[in-house]
């Protein structure tokens, strides 16, 4: 077995601390907008789709589960940010919507990435080069996760 890794030298420690950094950049403009970042991202899937998605593929988009994604979605609701409707030809799924006033909401975010741009001093082009290493990174965890389970259930 080889030597542990100091907390520093830990990549899921990095992505943590880089994770919640950027959550205190965010969270001005958020506490403003009377929305939290776990919103911003049910907005930000919304915004993505013409007519609208159900809570399930919400949570497959944004990698949660339906249990997370129903508050967020009732919050957001209650703020006048979406709708909530059953679906007609499945009233066990219920679809989500922006309304004009989620839509203003998503779209007074756009200055969270340069505001993530101003405060690193990295260009839009260097950032997204780090994404792209992030989510190849989170793609190969994910397809490994479902190799193992292949791999198990084959024994």
């Not at 399930?56 to 589960?65: C, F, M, N, P, T």
């Not at 260097?126 to 397809?143: G, P, T, W």
Request: negative net charge; charged residues 30%; proline residues 3%.
């Amino acid at each position: 077995m080889g030597q542990r890794l100091s907390l520093d030298q830990q990549l899921c420690f990095s992505l943590y601390a880089t994770s919640m950094a950027v959550n205190r950049v965010y969270k001005p403009v958020l506490d403003r907008l009377g929305i939290t970042f776990p919103q911003l991202l049910v907005l930000q899937a919304l915004h993505e789709t013409d007519d609208g998605m159900t809570i399930g593929a919400i949570a497959k988009r944004l990698s949660l589960d339906s249990s997370t994604v129903t508050p967020l979605a009732k919050r957001l609701e209650s703020g006048g940010m979406v709708t909530r409707t059953r679906d007609p030809d499945d009233e066990r799924q219920i679809i989500v919507r922006l309304t004009e006033r989620g839509q203003v909401r998503w779209e007074e975010t756009e200055c969270l990435a340069e505001m993530v741009e101003d405060r690193t001093d990295m260009t839009n082009e260097r950032l997204q080069e780090i994404n792209e290493e992030v989510k190849a990174f989170h793609d190969a965890l994910i397809s490994a996760e479902g190799s193992k389970g292949v791999e198990e259930g084959a024994g």
